[in-house]
């Protein structure tokens, strides 16, 4: 009865305990003014608006506070009473998040139960300390062929996926929360439109895939902020349930936008553009966020990161950056996606840092010889176009040609099929056989 009274109390005196408040001094752009009041970068504050705007703390002047709003700025004014909202973002979390859809900031937006009962945590989480991460050992299989046995990925495995728009990258993504091993996953959608999230949902995810799987959602109308810090919330969910136990797959589609959102937020602070108008706080975002993926002594997290290079351009900064960090890249190719072949792996051009850490000496021997007829086929297709190959003139080569509709139903597979990793490879072994 004590404990009880003394919460009442405390209840009580916080209800009439005066908030610390300051003022709105100007609205420029994307960005509010704010004196009066003290507040850390990355901390939230209510502006008094019908309703209230959430805004989060992006720089510290001698003239006061550089604020970005989380919300629409509509019917906000200079003069408006600021509230620090008591800290930085806090997101809930546990394992009734399987199967929701939330928002940019952590909040449920699929119409389902209220997450007020689960666990309250900071969005911000250190990453696991290098030398405590046990080492990449064994594969997770994502129930893509191409993947499984010629970019094999492994338990904690970071793995960009770069292509240009429309070639297949959400699309990929629906298959591998369908049909990998995993034992949930976390799902990232940053800038995508608006159109597509219910249609992702409904029919490329599916029941199925939505059940064992956390979707976090920020369209491209959301604020610059909301956008970013959907890249860290779902980061923080799939921590959460690496740190119960479980072997996570995180997928952010895409990466880059998640580096146009802080490139916007860096700009309105008054950061100077640098490569491509990207700010230095881009490149310094990066890291901190996809080193947060990984193993550690509890359970794993397999991120998959979609790059939308500009132009089908693998070098642009955000693409070249992000090769750096990573443990590997999937590139997608337009050329295959022209040509009805999906998924559009080009594994030529692809890599895995890992694949001899979590194959047997057989399987890298299969893939290789596996590889070797795609690179030979390459490089006399034209000549076999225009007519101009002389069978015999290369055995590889007249090899290739002449197991390339089974090479190419291998590499092909529909979205509502899948292979076991033990099949995937079983079947390589017989195509490198043959």
């Known amino acids: 009865m004590t404990v009880l009274t003394a919460t009442l109390a405390d209840r009580a005196f916080a209800a009439v305990r005066p908030r610390p408040s300051g003022r709105v001094t ?25 309703p209230t705007v959430l805004a989060e703390v992006v720089a510290s002047t001698p003239q ?15 003069g408006a009473a600021v509230h620090a909202a008591g800290g930085p973002l806090r997101i809930r979390v546990g394992d009734a998040l399987r199967g929701r859809v939330l928002d940019g900031l952590g909040r449920p937006v699929d119409g389902g139960p209220s997450l007020d009962a689960l666990d309250l ?31 094999p990925v492994g338990r904690g495995q970071r793995v960009g996926i770069m292509a240009g728009s429309g070639v297949g990258k959400s699309s990929l993504l629906s298959m591998v929360a369908r049909h990998t091993d995993a034992q949930i996953s976390v799902i990232a959608l940053v800038g995508e439109r608006g159109r597509e999230v219910r249609e992702f949902i409904e029919q490329d995810l599916g029941p199925q895939g939505l059940a064992r799987s956390v979707v976090v959602v920020a369209t491209s109308d959301a604020p610059p902020v909301e956008r970013l810090r959907a890249a860290f919330v779902a980061t923080r969910i799939a921590e959460w349930f690496r740190d ?45 966020l996809l080193e947060r993926a990984g193993t550690n002594v509890h359970g794993s997290i397999t991120g998959l990161y979609t790059v939308l290079v500009e132009g089908d351009d693998l070098q642009d900064p955000v693409g070249d950056t992000a090769r750096s960090i990573l443990d590997g890249h999937v590139v997608l190719s337009r050329r295959l996606a022209t040509s009805g072949h999906y998924p559009a792996v080009d594994v030529l051009e692809s890599v895995s840092r ?30 076999v176009e225009i007519g101009a190959y002389v069978a015999g003139a290369d055995a590889d080569a007249d090899t290739a040609l002449a197991l390339l509709p089974q090479l190419n139903g291998f590499l092909r597979q529909p979205m509502d099929e899948a292979d076991s990793v033990a099949a995937t490879w079983a079947r390589l072994h017989d195509l490198a056989a043959s």
């Open 121 to 151: 945590v900071t969005v911000d989480h250190p990453a696991p300390d290098a030398l405590s991460r046990p080492r990449i050992d064994t594969q997770v299989g994502l129930g893509v062929r191409a993947l499984d046995a010629l970019t």
């Open 64 to 78: 006061g506070l550089i604020c970005l709003p989380l919300g629409s700025t509509t019917g906000l004014r200079a």
């Open 26 to 50: 100007e609205l420029r752009g994307l960005q509010l003014g704010v004196r009066g009041l003290e507040a850390a970068v990355g901390d939230l504050l209510e502006v008094d608006a019908t």
């Open 354 to 383: 890992v694949a001899g850490a979590v194959t047997t000496p057989q399987q890298r021997a299969d893939a290789q010889r596996v590889r070797q007829l795609l690179a030979a086929h390459r490089e006399v297709r034209e000549l």
């Open 244 to 288: 119960t136990g479980k072997d996570v797959v995180l997928m952010m589609d895409s990466l880059t936008r998640v580096a146009m959102a802080q490139r916007e937020i860096g700009l309105a602070a008054g950061e100077p553009p640098a490569t491509r108008g990207y700010p230095p706080s881009v490149f310094a975002l990066l890291p901190g």
